[in-house]
Every structure is written in structure tokens, then in C-alpha cells.
């Protein structure tokens, strides 16, 4: 079984960092402004994203573990990295433009967010992370490496956007999969897009 909420905890943020981020007073709202507050705004909840690591190692929870590096690696390391990474392509002209929250988030999302949100999503599927999403009462331990192994190969082609839109699928999903059969209620149905997730679950032996 997909753990909930060591899953949902990887991409329950990256819907946050879309937000409107006020630029930097000294650029006014040009985008190399927004950008520059993009990184602070990163590096500004790095620090919770690593406490909860540390909390997930007292707790002894495996998964959790897993899941919270995951996602202080997506806050800590990749946004800003690829943030900076634009700054440093685009010219002087480009980043003294004005842009707004839309115009922002069209140039962030396929360029930053997108990016990021692929990676830890394909990440998810790679070695020890896999085995502690995906875990099933009974399954030995050659069956889940048989399940990863299908896993990896099956997201390998999803486009980066695909894989954000999924994961944060996935983050509001899982929760209310696990609180409806808690409460012994039908599955609710999944958001658009998360289907082929499930298909491809199902086609490597796994379940939710």
C-alpha cells in the first residue's frame, strides 16, 4: 500500500511556493526582483522543511524519513538552484521587465517548479525511497524491488509537468483515500491525471 501521508508530504508545498512573492523593494516588481524573493522565500522555509526531517528521525518512521529529505531537498536545494539558473540565463533587459503573479508563474512553473516537482516525483521511485512509499503487509522484499523496478520504468515517461501535476495530485488525494477507508467510505474519486499513476500501480503489482 502507498503510504499517505509520507507521500503526501513530498508535494504538499510546492503548491504554497506559487503564491505571490512580494519582490525585493530594491528591483520593484521586476523579474529579477520576483526572482531574487522566490530564493529568499526557499531559503526562508528551508529550516522548517529540515526540522521535519529531524522530527521524522524521532519518530522512527522509515517512510517519513524518506519523504520529509525528499522534500527539503525540492525546498532547499533544487528551487533555489534553479531559480538562480534562470537569473544567470536571461539578460539584463529580460530581468528588468515588470511581471505580474501570472506572468511570474508562466515563466516559474515549466522552468522551476516543474522541474524540481519532476525530479523528486521520479526520485520517489529510486532505491531505498521506493520501498518505504510503497509499502504492502506481506510483500517480501523482492517483490517490492520488483514493483520499484516497474515503477522506475513506467515514470520515466512522464513529462516534468506531468509528474508536478501528479504529485500534487497525489497530495491532496492520498489523505482523503486514507481518512475514507478509516472510515470504511467508498474511494473518493482521483483528480484528473492521477489515473495513470494508478494504472501503472496496478499493471507493476502494486496498490494504493
Do not use: W
Not at 521586476?30 to 522565500?41: I, K, Q
Not at 539558473?85 to 517548479?113: H, M, N
Amino acid at each position: 500500500m502507498m503510504n499517505p501521508r509520507s507521500c503526501a508530504i513530498v508535494f504538499v508545498t510546492a503548491a504554497a511556493l506559487l503564491i505571490p512573492v512580494l519582490a525585493d523593494a530594491q528591483y520593484a516588481n521586476t523579474l529579477r526582483g520576483t526572482l531574487h524573493a522566490f530564493v529568499n522565500l526557499t531559503k526562508s522555509r528551508c529550516g522548517s522543511a529540515k526540522g521535519l526531517v529531524d522530527a521524522a528521525r524521532v519518530e522512527g518512521n522509515a517512510a517519513l524519513v524518506t519523504s520529509s529529505q525528499l522534500m527539503a531537498d525540492y525546498i532547499c536545494t533544487c528551487l533555489p538552484g534553479r531559480a538562480q539558473g534562470v537569473i544567470e540565463s536571461l539578460s539584463d533587459q529580460e530581468l528588468s521587465r515588470q511581471v505580474d503573479e501570472t506572468e511570474f508563474t508562466r515563466i516559474a512553473k515549466p522552468r522551476i517548479i516543474d522541474v524540481c516537482a519532476g525530479q523528486m516525483f521520479r526520485s520517489m521511485f529510486d532505491g531505498d525511497a521506493c520501498g518505504s512509499q510503497f509499502v504492502s503487509a506481506g510483500e517480501t522484499p523482492e517483490k517490492m524491488r520488483s514493483i520499484c523496478d516497474c515503477m522506475r520504468t513506467e515514470v520515466k515517461g512522464y513529462s516534468d509537468a506531468e509528474a508536478s501535476d501528479i504529485g500534487l495530485g497525489m497530495s491532496n488525494y492520498l489523505p482523503r483515500l486514507a481518512e475514507a477507508r478509516k472510515a470504511r467510505q467508498p474511494d473518493p474519486f482521483p483528480p484528473p491525471g492521477l489515473e495513470r499513476l494508478l494504472a501503472a500501480t496496478k499493471r507493476c503489482g502494486g496498490k494504493l
